[in-house]
């Protein structure tokens, strides 16, 4: 998956159907590129998932198309092969960015640290 989608957002069936059996918990470090799973929500064509790329752009995939399980917040590995690329779930890092962010906002509770927010309720850290 070398090019990235144009549009800001966008809607995209990749990765394959294929993807949903191939979810992968491993302790190696995976080396490819990695997404991120930044909210899953119904829509008319189906339930989707909004994932950011490593640009920072956002793309909408069929959940369909992810491995079973996949969560909001879910590290994806991406891996392009034969037939399309193919998503694994990078349960480890995952749970090592959850623990980090728990951190933080642990750290910024204690503080007291007053918190932007926008009116439409976004947290600016």
Known sequence: MKDEPQAPQEQNPAPTPSAAANVVVSATV????????????D????????????????VDILLSSLPDGVQEGDILGIQDGPDGAVAHILREETQARHLEAGAELETLNARGAALAVDVEGEITL
């Open 30 to 41: 995976w080396t490819g590129e990695r997404w991120t799973v930044d909210g899953i929500e």
């Open 43 to 58: 829509t008319p064509t189906g339930r989707m998932a909004r994932v950011e790329l490593p640009s920072g752009r956002t």
